[in-house]
């Protein structure tokens, strides 16, 4: 993976995390990282984001970010839920996430499930590896769509990512889900695949550090 998309990844894992006071004091460097790769790069998506988080009044940022991302705002952060909602093989889904980590010596803790967006950005962009989100590109891209008929400033967060991927975008959300069916096969007995579709900080030396917004949660080695 290029610097550049390693530094997008990364970004775009801070800017989802929680609207506090530290992530307000790094913006400067986030913005000043972005801007270095160019006018015309992926990273140019997330200035917007980063700039109405600068300029944004903090409990109005807090708010919005829960109303945002509550699970019933069909904004979910959790990547399988998009194409494995709660079935019983989303569990399978969520192992594969947690041995990806623990082969590079990782661990997720905070009580966080491993399909966390911030999560998966943070390790991507870390081990340099976007094997992870090139797999569940169709949930980054349903997500991405949602934000963005919600008028949501966080679309701007998948837009980048997958932006900084192989391959073009879908153009909506029929060639999204076309896009979803179209993974590698899977058992699906007794289940009715993708029909829940029809609905619409991470790496840190100590977790004591300092306390965790509600959506927070940590990446460790």
């Known amino acids: 993976m290029p610097y550049r998309t390693a530094v997008v990844l990364q970004a775009a894992a801070r800017l989802l995390g929680w609207p506090d006071r530290e992530l307000r004091?790094?913006?400067g460097t986030v913005r000043a990282a972005l801007r270095e790769g160019g006018a015309d790069g992926p990273g140019a998506l997330l200035l917007p984001l980063a700039a109405h988080l600068a300029e944004g009044e903090p409990g109005a940022?807090?708010?919005?970010?829960?109303?945002?991302?509550?699970?019933?705002?069909?904004?979910?952060?959790?990547?399988?839920?998009?194409?494995?909602?709660?079935?019983?093989?989303r569990g399978e889904a969520l192992l594969r996430f947690q041995n990806a980590y623990r082969a590079?010596?990782?661990?997720?803790?905070?009580?966080?499930l491993p399909d966390f967006l911030p999560v998966v950005l943070e390790f991507c962009a870390g081990t340099r590896d976007d094997t992870l989100l090139r797999a569940h590109r169709p949930a980054l891209e349903l997500l991405r769509l949602a934000l963005a008929e919600s008028g949501s400033p966080y679309a701007a967060v998948p837009a980048a990512v997958c932006a900084a991927l192989p391959g073009a975008s879908p153009a909506d959300r029929a060639q999204a889900l076309a896009m979803a069916r179209g993974g590698p096969p899977r058992e699906d007995v007794g289940l009715a695949p993708y029909g829940h579709l029809r609905l619409l900080p991470l790496l840190a030396p100590d977790a004591g550090q300092r306390p965790r917004g509600p959506r927070e949660t940590e990446l460790r080695r």
Not at 69 to 85: I, K, Q, V
Not at 104 to 112: C, I, L, T
């Open 61 to 89: 940022l807090e708010a919005d970010y829960v109303r945002t991302f509550d699970f019933a705002s069909r904004h979910c952060l959790h990547l399988t839920w998009w194409t494995d909602g709660d079935t019983r093989r």
């Open 104 to 112: 590079r010596g990782f661990a997720v803790r905070g009580g966080e």
């Open 25 to 27: 004091d790094e913006l």
